[in-house]
Protein backbone atom coordinates (compact mmCIF):
# COMPACT_ATOMS: atom_id res chain seq x y z
CA UNK A 1 0.00 0.00 0.00
CA UNK A 2 2.44 2.41 0.88
CA UNK A 3 4.29 1.84 -2.49
CA UNK A 4 1.13 2.73 -4.04
CA UNK A 5 0.45 6.14 -2.43
CA UNK A 6 4.18 7.16 -3.54
CA UNK A 7 3.55 6.40 -7.19
CA UNK A 8 0.42 8.04 -6.94
CA UNK A 9 1.94 11.41 -5.07
CA UNK A 10 4.53 10.83 -7.81
CA UNK A 11 1.93 10.69 -10.56
CA UNK A 12 0.59 13.97 -9.35
CA UNK A 13 3.92 15.47 -9.26
CA UNK A 14 5.05 14.50 -12.81
CA UNK A 15 1.83 15.39 -14.25
CA UNK A 16 1.43 18.87 -13.41
CA UNK A 17 4.83 20.04 -12.59
CA UNK A 18 7.03 20.85 -15.78
CA UNK A 19 4.20 23.19 -17.28
CA UNK A 20 3.25 24.78 -14.62
CA UNK A 21 6.34 25.48 -13.50
CA UNK A 22 7.21 26.53 -16.66
CA UNK A 23 4.27 28.90 -16.85
CA UNK A 24 5.12 30.36 -13.42
CA UNK A 25 8.35 31.19 -14.20
CA UNK A 26 7.49 33.21 -17.65
CA UNK A 27 4.80 34.79 -15.10
CA UNK A 28 7.68 35.79 -12.99
CA UNK A 29 10.15 36.96 -15.77
CA UNK A 30 7.41 39.11 -17.71
CA UNK A 31 5.72 40.48 -14.39
CA UNK A 32 9.52 41.88 -13.87
CA UNK A 33 9.81 43.22 -16.90
CA UNK A 34 6.01 44.94 -16.83
CA UNK A 35 7.38 46.40 -13.39
CA UNK A 36 10.85 47.56 -15.37
CA UNK A 37 8.72 49.13 -18.16
CA UNK A 38 6.73 50.95 -15.71
CA UNK A 39 9.87 52.67 -13.94
CA UNK A 40 12.11 53.46 -17.13
CA UNK A 41 9.10 53.36 -19.45
CA UNK A 42 11.43 52.32 -22.38
CA UNK A 43 11.82 48.26 -22.57
CA UNK A 44 12.97 46.57 -25.96
CA UNK A 45 11.46 49.19 -27.76
CA UNK A 46 8.27 49.85 -26.42
CA UNK A 47 7.92 53.22 -24.85
CA UNK A 48 5.37 54.35 -22.22
CA UNK A 49 4.06 57.66 -20.80
CA UNK A 50 5.77 59.12 -17.96
CA UNK A 51 2.41 59.94 -16.16
CA UNK A 52 2.87 59.01 -12.59
CA UNK A 53 -0.63 56.68 -12.76
CA UNK A 54 0.57 54.87 -15.53
CA UNK A 55 4.01 54.08 -14.18
CA UNK A 56 1.48 52.93 -10.72
CA UNK A 57 -0.43 50.99 -12.77
CA UNK A 58 2.17 48.97 -14.87
CA UNK A 59 3.90 48.25 -11.73
CA UNK A 60 0.76 46.84 -9.84
CA UNK A 61 0.24 45.00 -12.84
CA UNK A 62 3.14 43.79 -13.51
CA UNK A 63 3.56 42.94 -9.73
CA UNK A 64 0.35 41.09 -9.49
CA UNK A 65 1.82 39.24 -12.69
CA UNK A 66 4.67 38.24 -10.95
CA UNK A 67 2.85 37.41 -7.91
CA UNK A 68 0.83 35.06 -9.58
CA UNK A 69 3.62 32.97 -11.09
CA UNK A 70 5.05 32.70 -7.43
CA UNK A 71 1.80 31.53 -6.03
CA UNK A 72 2.16 28.95 -8.84
CA UNK A 73 4.69 27.29 -7.64
CA UNK A 74 3.53 26.53 -4.35
CA UNK A 75 1.29 24.05 -6.23
CA UNK A 76 -1.33 24.56 -3.57
CA UNK A 77 -5.14 24.81 -5.15
CA UNK A 78 -5.46 27.44 -3.12
CA UNK A 79 -2.70 29.82 -4.74
CA UNK A 80 -3.95 28.80 -7.87
CA UNK A 81 -7.00 30.77 -7.21
CA UNK A 82 -5.59 33.77 -6.03
CA UNK A 83 -3.34 33.71 -9.21
CA UNK A 84 -6.17 33.31 -11.34
CA UNK A 85 -7.44 36.68 -9.70
CA UNK A 86 -4.48 38.66 -9.89
CA UNK A 87 -4.69 37.18 -13.88
CA UNK A 88 -7.79 38.72 -13.92
CA UNK A 89 -7.07 42.04 -12.40
CA UNK A 90 -3.86 42.62 -14.69
CA UNK A 91 -6.35 41.86 -18.16
CA UNK A 92 -8.78 44.76 -16.00
CA UNK A 93 -5.62 46.98 -15.91
CA UNK A 94 -4.71 46.32 -19.10
CA UNK A 95 -7.73 47.50 -21.01
CA UNK A 96 -8.49 50.17 -18.84
CA UNK A 97 -4.53 51.77 -19.02
CA UNK A 98 -5.51 51.60 -23.11
CA UNK A 99 -9.03 52.53 -22.87
CA UNK A 100 -7.99 55.54 -20.19
CA UNK A 101 -5.22 56.57 -23.40
CA UNK A 102 -2.82 56.12 -20.63
CA UNK A 103 -0.95 53.69 -22.89
CA UNK A 104 -0.13 54.73 -25.64
CA UNK A 105 -1.20 52.79 -29.06
CA UNK A 106 0.37 55.33 -31.29
CA UNK A 107 2.94 53.08 -32.75
CA UNK A 108 2.38 49.89 -33.80
CA UNK A 109 5.00 48.07 -31.62
CA UNK A 110 3.09 49.15 -28.65
CA UNK A 111 -0.10 48.34 -29.53
CA UNK A 112 0.98 44.75 -30.53
CA UNK A 113 2.83 44.49 -27.22
CA UNK A 114 -0.28 45.40 -25.39
CA UNK A 115 -2.44 42.68 -27.62
CA UNK A 116 0.16 39.96 -27.22
CA UNK A 117 0.44 40.65 -23.64
CA UNK A 118 -3.03 40.61 -22.84
CA UNK A 119 -3.08 37.43 -25.15
CA UNK A 120 -1.00 35.78 -23.63
CA UNK A 121 -2.61 36.30 -20.06
CA UNK A 122 -6.18 35.19 -20.91
CA UNK A 123 -4.23 32.10 -22.50
CA UNK A 124 -2.09 31.55 -19.40
CA UNK A 125 -5.31 31.21 -17.12
CA UNK A 126 -6.97 29.48 -19.29
CA UNK A 127 -4.45 26.88 -19.01
CA UNK A 128 -4.10 27.16 -15.19
CA UNK A 129 -8.21 26.57 -15.28
CA UNK A 130 -7.73 23.74 -17.20
CA UNK A 131 -4.75 22.17 -15.01
CA UNK A 132 -7.01 22.90 -11.34
CA UNK A 133 -7.12 19.64 -11.00
CA UNK A 134 -3.33 18.88 -10.60
CA UNK A 135 -2.98 21.39 -7.71
CA UNK A 136 -2.73 19.89 -3.87
Known sequence: MKNSDNKTQNQNYTDRSPG?????????????????TGFRHNFFGIVTSGEKVLTISSVIIGGFYAIAGMLLLTKKKSAARVALILLCIDFLGRISLVLSHLYPTDSVKNTLS????????????????MKMKTFN
Open 114 to 129: IIAGTVIVIVIAIYIG
Open 20 to 36: IAIVAFFMIAAGCAEMI
